[in-house]
């Protein structure tokens, strides 16, 4: 897994290398080398290397340029690469530090966006599970034949539950039409018996943040807990590492995984 933002790297740095010129030969069919065309186009004409043919380069002007839009983005995807490096190696020595089981835990989120349903699976759950923590998602789990109230009644026993608050995760929890039921809405009745209990209990509930407001994204007992902020994009790798510090119970201020965290953070600018 670590080795992924250095190829990520590798494929930046490529795609932001010199220019390309087209392929050039003599009238025999002879190809010269494009560092040969490059290095001869100021004088405007070469000479065939195999037949000695005198080869006009006025025509061979470099194509593909990147554009200011593509170096751009594509400093955007080394930097994000980077940061996933870090990331990913960050994560891998907290799995060593911690050194015990990973908490089994539930993740309760809305469908109906699918890049939202997207990120829960492939970006948030699998970065948790690369932590060692025993993702109980719908996705992973479900089959055809499989019981949804065995599975939803999973929120009960999970030893932490994590809330993904979306509009549409309130919308589906307060579950407005009474001749339609929503999972959403039955692993709220769960969460919630939590959310009244003590506060250890409680505590086991984490809401993560990923659009909209608290109290347009969260059900009621959850909207005045302090919730995972990853509505911002470039603040991702230090939150969700913030989040698996929560799971395992450390405390941040920890030397062995304060430095990681700043490993993760990475130079200020």
């Known amino acids: 897994p670590v080795f992924r933002g250095g190829a990520q790297r590798r494929r930046a740095g490529r795609s932001v290398g010199g220019a390309r010129y087209p392929r050039i030969t003599c009238r025999q069919g002879h190809q010269l080398a494009r560092a040969v065309v490059k290095l001869r186009l100021a004088a405007g004409f070469t000479f065939c290397h195999e037949c000695g043919e005198r080869i006009n380069l006025t025509s061979a002007e470099p194509f593909g340029q990147p554009t200011e839009e593509q170096i751009e983005a594509t400093e955007v995807d080394r930097r994000v690469a980077d940061e996933r490096s870090r990331f990913e190696a960050a994560v891998f020595r907290l799995t060593t530090y911690v050194r015990r089981e990973g908490p089994t835990c539930f993740i309760s989120y809305a469908t109906g966006d699918p890049a939202q349903e997207r990120w829960v699976e492939q970006t948030l759950a699998q970065d948790l599970a690369k932590a060692g923590v025993r993702v109980i998602l719908d996705r992973w789990e479900l089959r055809p034949g499989s019981s949804l109230p065995r599975f939803i009644e999973r929120v009960h026993h999970a030893d932490r539950v994590i809330v993904v608050g979306t509009p549409t995760y309130q919308t589906k929890y307060l579950n407005g ?71 395992y119970g450390i405390d941040p201020r920890e030397p062995a995984v304060a430095d990681l965290r700043r490993d993760i953070a990475g130079p200020l600018p």
């Open 177 to 247: 039409d009474p001749m339609r039921g929503t999972g959403v809405g039955a692993e709220g009745d769960l969460i919630g018996f939590r959310m009244i209990g003590t506060e250890e209990q409680k505590a086991s509930v984490l809401p993560v943040l990923v659009a909209g407001e608290p109290a347009t994204s969260f059900p009621p007992l959850l909207q005045s807990r302090i919730y995972a902020d990853f509505r911002d994009p470039d603040a991702y790798f230090v939150t969700a590492f913030d989040l698996m510090l929560t799971l």
